[in-house]
């Protein structure tokens, strides 16, 4: 069975970070593109950041550049994503999901159910 | 960046009709275009990929059309369990980016 479980998202201060992961299991992990796509409360979803199928290019969102970094561990079929100086406004749902580097006529297929990251002092 | 405009953003509707959902790209993007369903409190689920073919599992009553600029989602003889907010998605190149959402309401 094809599966994403994230973890790690939480309750954090402004300026705080948090480290969230994502394991995969029920499909050759290292043969795929992995992204982070979020969603604030009450509005639309976001691409954050991808990463190659083998770890070598990482693609990030003006938003969260310089902040954000998407790792992943072939070893552990984990996506990792770091996330430094958070804001109020990183507050939402983390899906991580399974991917294809534009341009590809291939949808999403395979996403997580999520973490919740909520930024608040 | 590619913008991705839908309309409506929200529509009502009953059991048993028809209703279709725009998407406007900000330039071309030939068929990388692809549509979600997404309920509350869930991920989203792919319905219709490359603007027209239908994702397996999707019902057949989903179908989209369009090339370019301009894409379309339609929804044969509403369900209840079809009512949700739907996006579409381009993946033309990065950043990926995504309507601002349909809500389909009873």
């Known amino acids: 069975q094809v599966q994403l479980v994230e973890s790690g998202g939480g309750v954090v201060q402004p300026g705080r970070s948090l480290s969230l992961s994502c394991v995969a299991s029920?499909?050759?992990?290292?043969?795929?593109?992995m992204q982070w796509v979020r969603q604030a409360p009450g509005k639309g979803l976001e691409w954050v950041a991808s990463i190659s199928h083998d770890g070598k290019r990482e693609f990030y969102a003006e938003s969260v550049k310089g902040r954000f970094s998407i790792s992943r561990d072939a070893s552990r079929n984990t996506l990792h994503l770091q996330t430094n100086s958070l804001r109020v406004e990183d507050t939402a749902v983390y899906f991580c999901a399974r991917h294809t580097m534009p341009p590809t006529v291939d949808g999403v297929d395979v996403w997580g159910r999520g973490t919740t990251v909520i930024v608040s002092s | 960046d590619i913008q991705m405009t839908q309309s409506p953003t929200s529509l009502s509707a009953s059991v048993g009709d028809t209703v279709t959902i725009a998407c406007r790209a900000s330039?071309?993007?030939?068929?990388?275009l692809h549509w979600y369903q997404q309920k509350s409190g869930k991920a989203p689920k792919l319905l219709i990929y490359a603007a027209s073919k239908l994702q397996s599992g999707a019902p057949s009553r989903f179908s989209g059309s369009g090339s370019g600029t301009t894409f379309t989602l339609t929804i044969s003889s509403l369900q209840p369990d079809d009512f949700a907010t739907y996006y579409c998605?381009?993946?033309?190149?990065?950043?990926?980016?995504f309507g601002q959402g349909t809500r389909l309401e009873i």
């Open positions: 330039q071309a993007i030939s068929n990388y």
């Open positions: 029920g499909f050759t992990f290292s043969h795929y593109s």
């Open positions: 998605q381009q993946s033309d190149s990065l950043p990926i980016t």
